[in-house]
């Protein structure tokens, strides 16, 4: 999957734990309604958004991922997260 659009935020980089990393940014799309996007970068990918500037458009091939949690009182919630593994100029 992609998404392109005019990146708007970046994030610092986030110590999960000893072995894991991640960095999230925004992009927002160029569409009828636009749309603000937030992506995460993991592990040794944190920082291949560092060669883009606030403002450039850029294309981002993503994973969408999911899972279920079960709370204390038994109801299932639901989480999705967009994980980037590659960033580049839009129309390259």
């Known amino acids: 999957m992609q998404a392109t ?5 970046v994030n610092d980089i986030q110590q999960v734990s000893a072995t894991f990393q991640k ?3 925004v992009i927002t799309t160029e569409e009828q309604y636009p749309q603000d996007l937030c992506f995460e970068l993991r592990g040794d ?12 458009e850029i294309t981002c091939s993503l994973n969408l991922l999911g899972r279920e949690w079960v709370n204390p009182q038994g ?3 639901f989480f999705n997260t ?10 390259q």
Request: glycine share 6%.
């Open 5 to 9: 659009g005019k990146l708007k935020l």
């Open 82 to 91: 967009i994980v980037c593994w590659k960033i580049q100029p839009k129309n």
């Open 23 to 25: 960095r999230e940014f």
């Open 45 to 56: 990918k944190v920082d291949i958004i560092d060669a883009y500037n606030t403002g450039q």
């Open 75 to 77: 109801e299932s919630k």
